[in-house]
């Protein structure tokens, strides 16, 4: 820095030091001349302390109306009817409002022994109920445990609202634990994988990021939302401002709809088409969906193949088609779908091409592709679930379910050719009783082998529960895709879809926080649990049993990393080298036995009906009846069965 | 979804070549030893251990391809299915697999099980 011969500053700097030193203490020399008085005098140190410092009005955290009890105000206006989570210290004072100002009512608290069960929990839920729940964690620690969970939310598309506790104030924050437990942005951990996520300072903040979180992650394209909740701000009273404290009407945001230009020119390639396929993942959002994509494909006698993100197209309609319908298609319409590419065409994991594998095309040359995907209107950078990139005809940055209805218009607008319509429909018909003999016939195979075998786990299981309103919860551990293939999958409830981002741990709390909404709704709740989903996090068994919720969860337990046993058997092949098992069926670090689990006894332990191993496919079915009389009085089951690998 | 599947057209045309150049003859195996064998290398992993197949492999038995066609599809296979190499799979445990699968019986048929034809 230069030298400073400014005489004028160097006087008001000396005037500063004087009157600063004149306020702090006695004057030294008070008989000497007095210096000239600056024109502008700098503030006393009384003034810049009340212009600066923390306001003098009481400080207590204890006493007044608690801030928290605020957040509770708000929260309760969005009709939030449970709040699964792990008691933690950061958040407790907004604990202590929940479940005593709040009255532990909308929403209710769920006792979790995790926090990625509790973003599991609320994953599965919101596929039934269509509405979101919240969960509560440690910003720090607690966020780590939840970030698998809150990543499947995000790739598949589902709303949770996260909120950490937070301790920010470095100085007034208990020293030790809590000072570990807290950090400078707790958001930044999730950030990547979140629709939104904000840090309110204030109690009036606090209700404006709450209501705009919720309407964020309840736009489509839907997805997790986090906000950082700072301990003092939930401990402090709350204080006037001399502004009255308001909550924000909530209104939903009607979800983006497809250019009506784009769309008029995907019915015109859809109507012209001589074999036009359709394709959905998550497309049918809710029970009316699917009435729509039956309607499109109706009025096109165009198959449809349900890559089952969601429930999209009843498995029992003529149209239902399997994945390889594409290849004869002249034009494809993708409805929400996860990986266009991937869709179009096939990759191989041969080890050819320099041990990269082999990429190849399922369709015909000059295929004209259509999208609709509200996705497009938020892709994030750092994670990759956006696939592989696949250029497109037609493609609408727009939620699919929205638009469907002026697709449908547009498509009997443009009148399909009768006779293709005709000619299309027997195809699909014969085509269809082809599949389901085929898939029959091989369902048969190994009917009678021991382990069971997964064609004979679900189809058991089906028999046990056709007769009442079932919802199958979640299908976990890969079980050839019988359900899907063989079982009369007609309702949006009755296939919820898989994790998204295929983060193993899944299955049990989503299967839990589903079949919650399912109890509410008087439905009854299976799932395909497979066993190394459940033991990332077990405890979830114990929240089911705690807060009585009816779930029958069959074991699919191959006693296995099933998928990793073949990639590591795979590269010992690719290398001409023999897989060490050390002494288990499958490569070493992919078996999960010896010891084998005893599932049913660990489910036991934490209050659920349980049997097992059963190993005998005669014995699955008399145990099967006996577990859902269980479930249908409230209590949740579970049969450890152990299965053939796939 | 991560499955592995075979593509059929690839699959025949292994099949049709290795039928070609495969050896004339391979000495006739143990089904007892096969069935060891058949856990020993991993193929129950994508076929079941009754060799039923399911969405990661097809089904092996009943009624086998022909050893030739095996043999030959196991040693130059390039679909989703890793290669074979005798250095980790010999002709005598091929035999043995071989002759395990053919030795399972017929199952039910679809037609018979009232679960399957509901």
């Known amino acids: ?646 | 979804m991560n499955s592995i599947v075979i593509p059929s057209v690839a699959r025949n045309l292994v099949l049709a070549v290795g039928m070609l150049i495969a050896p004339a003859a391979f000495a006739a195996g143990s089904a007892e030893k096969g069935k060891a064998a058949f856990v020993q290398h991993g193929c129950w992993q994508c076929h079941g251990y009754v060799g039923q197949g399911g969405i990661t492999g097809p089904k092996l038995a009943p009624n086998p391809m022909p050893l030739e066609a095996m043999s030959a599809f196991v040693r130059n296979t390039r679909g989703a299915m890793p290669p074979y190499q005798k250095a980790i799979l010999s002709d005598a445990d091929l035999a043995d697999i071989h002759a395990y699968l053919s030795s399972l019986p017929k199952g039910s048929d679809a037609k018979s099980i009232p679960l399957l034809n509901p």
């Open chain 1, 1 to 646: 820095m230069a030298h400073d011969t400014n005489p004028d500053r160097r006087r008001f700097l000396a005037g500063v030091v004087a009157a600063g030193a004149a306020g702090a203490v006695a004057p030294a020399r008070a008989a000497e001349p007095q210096p000239r008085a600056p024109s502008a005098l700098p503030p006393t140190m009384q003034i810049a302390a009340a212009e600066t410092g923390t306001p003098t009005v009481t400080t207590s955290r204890i006493g007044g109306v608690p801030g928290s009890d605020f957040m509770v105000d708000v929260i309760k206006t969005l009709g939030i009817r449970y709040l699964p989570a792990n008691c933690a210290s950061s958040y407790r004072a907004i604990h202590e409002s929940l479940i005593n100002y709040g009255g532990n009512k909308m929403p209710e608290f769920l006792s979790c022994m995790h926090e990625e069960s509790a973003v599991g929990m609320a994953h599965g839920y919101f596929k039934v109920a269509g509405k979101p729940l919240m969960t509560l964690c440690h910003g720090t620690v607690g966020l780590q445990h939840a970030t698998m969970g809150i990543y499947n939310a995000w790739c598949d598309r589902v709303p949770v609202i996260v909120v950490g506790g937070n301790d920010m104030d470095a100085a007034h924050r208990p020293p030790g634990v809590p000072t570990f437990h807290s950090a400078q942005d707790i958001n930044a951990l999730v950030r990547d994988f979140t629709k939104w996520d904000d840090t309110p300072v204030s109690l009036a903040h606090f209700a404006q990021s709450f209501v705009r979180a919720y309407k964020i992650a309840t736009t489509p394209p839907y997805g997790p939302v986090m906000i950082s909740l700072d301990a003092g701000l939930q401990q402090e009273p709350v204080r006037d401002h001399g502004e009255k404290l308001a909550i924000p009407r909530y209104v939903p945001t009607a979800p983006p709809q497809g250019d009506s230009g784009a769309v008029k020119e995907a019915a015109r390639l859809l109507a012209g088409a001589q074999n036009p396929v359709i394709v959905a993942d998550r497309c049918a959002r809710t029970a009316d969906g699917v009435k729509l994509l039956v309607e499109l494909a109706e009025a096109l006698q165009a198959r449809v193949i349900d890559q089952g993100g969601r429930m999209n197209f009843p498995r029992t309609h003529y149209l239902s088609a399997p994945p390889t319908a594409v290849s004869g298609a002249d034009v494809i319409l993708g409805l929400e779908l996860s990986d266009f590419w991937a869709t179009v065409n096939s990759y191989t994991d041969n080890g050819l091409n320099g041990g990269i594998g082999t990429n190849g095309i399922r369709i015909k040359e000059g295929t004209k592709l259509v999208s609709i995907s509200s996705v497009e209107l938020n892709t994030k950078a750092n994670y990759q679930d956006f696939q592989r990139f696949q250029a497109v005809d037609v493609s609408m940055a727009a939620d699919a379910e929205a638009t469907l209805p002026a697709l449908i218009e547009e498509v009997k607008r443009a009148g399909p050719n009768k006779a293709g319509l005709e000619r299309r429909a027997a195809a699909a018909k014969k085509a269809r009783a082809e599949g389901m003999a085929r898939a029959r016939e091989a369902a048969a195979l190994g009917w009678d082998a021991s382990p069971v075998s997964t064609a004979r786990l679900c189809m058991e299981t089906y028999a046990a529960i056709k007769s009442l309103d079932w919802s199958l919860v979640a299908s976990e551990g890969n079980v050839s895709n019988w359900p899907a293939r063989l079982w009369p999958i007609e309702k949006h409830h009755q296939w919820l879809g898989r994790s998204g981002g295929y983060g193993v741990g899944y299955g049990a709390p989503a299967s839990v926080g589903a079949a919650l909404a399912n109890r509410d709704l008087g439905r009854f709740s299976v799932s395909i649990q497979s066993d190394g989903d459940l033991m990332y996090a077990p405890g979830v068994l114990w929240t089911a049993a705690k807060h009585k919720i009816p779930l029958l969860a069959v074991m699919h337990n191959n006693r296995a990393y099933h998928q990793e046993v073949m990639h590591v058997q795979r590269l010992s092949n690719f290398r001409d080298r023999v897989a060490n098992t050390g002494g288990d069926l499958g490569p070493v670090g992919t078996s999960i036995m010896n010891p084998d689990i005893e599932y049913h006894k660990l489910a036991e332990s934490m209050g659920w009906w349980a049997k097992g191993p059963i190993k005998d496919p005669k014995d699955l079915g008399p145990a099967l009846k006996e577990a859902v009389k269980i479930v249908q009085a409230g209590q949740p089951a579970l049969l450890n069965v152990w299965t053939q690998p796939r």
